[in-house]
């Protein structure tokens, strides 16, 4: 077994800690990377406070890592010492599924092994993520990271890169289409630059009147104040498409009549509570109401290259991992321009 260092959280009421572990020697098929920076999204603190389930303790959080390969398995062939590398949301799946076999891994029918907070393909190991040292991952699950960008901010693509990335080239976002993005986070802040990247007219939905400038700073075309009822009248019937990365509660049957006839509302952020939605909201229109999880590995590898090329990474603000709890508590506030990165060297 292979010692690391990490940050652990050892139950749902205790804050992150030191914690010493151990990762599995590393396999013929697996390639061993030290990690250098890891991303922090929303739901690290939603699993380490148990909010959508039961958690498995210990838990080292952390699913958007990138690093540099120091050992290969002996079968491995996309990967040498060397290397950067990156993992995101998974480190396994069954691969035979259906789902699996058309590269949705994501989707995984037997249970994809999330990269922490759960389990490897064995379905009893516990994973654990990136708030920690060096990680052992299977080299059909570890991603290729370009030389090219600036790799702190490389890191957030993992999870929060391609979970917008992926909804939108699903339906094909892109020239002469409005995308609405709803709400400017993690999420939002990437969903506007992808948008933007495939052509799309892009407006930022947004409660906060303060965040005008920085959406159009981020290629944003026109911004909406949804709390503002002439902004929201003005807006009826206009968009495409409303990629939702909202995580509080919202009232979608308002957003909904923002949406032109066959338009669709894609969720992508998760809010506590179930949403009370009004049938009418849908037919009148023929509208849809979507959601969209990561994506595959494949997907995941094709949105890295396409940031590579077009020099697409997060905004971020670097942190010391003694400094996560206050992170998290600036998170909860929304009081991050855009995304947390953990300078894994402070570890
Ligand atoms: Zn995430
Ligand atoms: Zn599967």
Redesign the pocket.
């Known amino acids: 077994m292979i010692p690391v260092k990490g940050y652990a959280a050892q139950t749902p009421e205790t804050d992150l800690a030191p914690w010493n572990f151990e990762r599995r020697d590393v396999g013929p098929h697996d390639v061993q990377f030290d990690i250098l920076f890891c991303?922090v999204?929303?739901?690290?603190l939603h699993q380490i406070k148990n909010d959508w389930f039961p958690g498995i303790f210990p838990m080292v959080p952390g699913?958007?890592i990138v690093g540099r390969v120091v050992k290969v398995g002996s079968h491995v062939t996309k990967f040498k010492v060397g290397d950067l590398a990156g993992t995101g949301?998974l480190v396994d799946s069954c691969r035979h599924c259906e789902n699996c076999a058309q590269d949705l891994e994501q989707y995984c029918l037997n249970g994809s092994s999330q990269t922490y907070n759960g389990l490897e393909q064995d379905h009893k190991t516990p994973t654990y993520g990136g708030y920690s040292n060096s990680i052992v991952v299977n080299e059909d699950f570890t991603l290729h990271i370009s030389e090219k960008l600036d790799l702190a901010a490389t890191a957030p693509l993992l999870?929060?890169g391609i979970?917008t990335y992926s909804p939108l080239r699903h339906w094909k976002v892109g020239k002469g289409h409005k995308l609405a993005v709803l709400g400017l986070g993690g999420l939002g802040h990437m969903a506007v630059k992808f948008g933007v990247a495939f052509g799309a007219e892009v407006t930022v939905l947004s409660t906060s009147p303060k965040k005008e400038a920085d959406a159009k700073a981020l290629g944003a075309h026109h911004f909406v104040v949804t709390s503002d009822p002439e902004q929201i009248k003005a807006a009826k019937n206009s968009f495409d498409f409303i990629l939702d990365t909202v995580s509080a509660p919202h009232d979608f049957n308002m957003y909904l009549g923002l949406l032109r006839t066959n338009g669709v509302h894609i969720c992508v952020g998760v809010p506590p509570e179930p949403a009370s939605i009004h049938a009418f909201s849908l037919l009148g229109g023929r509208k849809s109401l979507a959601g969209s999880g990561?994506g595959g590995l494949a997907e995941t590898q094709e949105m890295l290259d396409f940031c590579a090329e077009h020099n697409i990474v997060s905004d971020i603000e670097m942190i010391d991992i003694k400094d996560i709890t206050t992170a998290y508590e600036r998170m909860q506030k929304g009081d991050v321009r855009y995304r947390f990165v953990i300078d894994i060297a402070t570890l």
Do not use: K, P
């Open positions: 991303g999204c929303h739901s690290d699913h958007e949301c999870c929060a979970t990561i």
